[in-house]
């Protein structure tokens, strides 16, 4: 049997002893001599069972990584808007699948030039099977050009870098958010498991 006892009396029993000293020693007989000084302080430790205990642990990896997923899409962002500023203007949501491939694939001036307007047109419809917005294309091309003209022949920024920068932070994030689902249908098995629905 494994019981616990109130940390506070444990702490009040230890100064009784000990007032200025602090050891392992003093502890370990302290706690040895609650049961004696104050039986009723004591209660019995319940494990909880395996699956409570799983369920504990799936939820917390279930919440950092939620803030990790949140942590890399506010990065992608502040990269896209400091070297392409209108291209998050283009879109409701910078995550939709037409975002993800520009920022996965495209995030670079001269490849949206060498594709062209109809050819991204056509290849942002193939991307979705959701409605596209008018002119996305064409936004989404002169958001691009703009961004190559506003900083021209500086040397202070890489573009090919900086594609290839965001684009593993793209593959980074679709591979959390596919951790993510797999955690997920986990945690509602474990919740189904613990708590069966009342037929």
Same mark, same amino acid.
């Given at each position: 049997?494994?019981?616990?006892?109130?940390?506070?009396?444990?702490?009040?029993?230890?100064? #009784? #002893?000990?007032?200025?000293? *602090?050891?392992?020693?003093?502890?370990?007989?302290?706690?040895?001599? $609650?049961?004696?000084?104050?039986?009723?302080?004591?209660?019995?430790?319940?494990?909880?069972?395996?699956?409570?205990? +799983?369920?504990?642990?799936?939820?917390?990896? %279930?919440?950092?990584?939620? $803030?990790?997923?949140?942590?890399?899409?506010?990065?992608?962002?502040?990269?896209?808007?400091?070297?392409?500023? /209108?291209?998050?203007?283009?879109?409701?949501?910078?995550?939709? /699948?037409?975002?993800?491939? $520009?920022?996965?694939?495209?995030? %670079?001036?001269? *490849?949206?030039?060498?594709?062209? $307007?109809?050819?991204?047109?056509?290849? @942002?419809?193939?991307?979705?099977?959701?409605?596209? +917005?008018?002119?996305?294309?064409?936004?989404?091309?002169?958001?691009?050009?703009?961004?190559?003209? @506003?900083?021209?022949?500086?040397?202070?920024?890489?573009?090919?870098?900086?594609?290839?920068?965001?684009?593993?932070?793209?593959?980074?994030?679709? %591979?959390?958010?596919?951790?993510?689902?797999?955690?997920?249908? *986990?945690? &509602? +098995?474990?919740?189904? &498991?613990? %708590?069966?629905?009342?037929?």
């Amino acid at each position: 049997m494994v019981y616990r006892v109130k940390s506070e009396k444990v702490s009040d029993l230890r100064k #009784y #002893y000990k007032k200025h000293t *602090k050891t392992d020693r003093i502890d370990a007989d302290t706690l040895a001599k $609650i049961p004696l000084v104050d039986e009723d302080s004591l209660y019995e430790v319940e494990l909880p069972q395996a699956n409570l205990q +799983a369920l504990n642990r799936m939820v917390r990896q %279930h919440e950092k990584l939620t $803030i990790g997923i949140a942590i890399r899409k506010r990065r992608i962002q502040d990269l896209c808007s400091f070297a392409v500023p /209108l291209l998050l203007d283009c879109f409701d949501d910078p995550f939709t /699948l037409r975002a993800r491939v $520009i920022l996965g694939r495209y995030f %670079h001036p001269l *490849k949206i030039k060498r594709l062209g $307007i109809k050819r991204l047109d056509k290849m @942002l419809l193939k991307s979705s099977d959701k409605p596209m +917005a008018p002119f996305l294309a064409q936004q989404i091309y002169d958001a691009m050009i703009d961004a190559n003209n @506003l900083y021209g022949d500086q040397k202070f920024l890489d573009f090919d870098a900086l594609c290839e920068e965001v684009s593993l932070e793209m593959e980074l994030l679709e %591979h959390e958010e596919t951790v993510m689902r797999k955690l997920s249908d *986990k945690i &509602d +098995a474990l919740y189904v &498991d613990i %708590h069966p629905p009342a037929i």
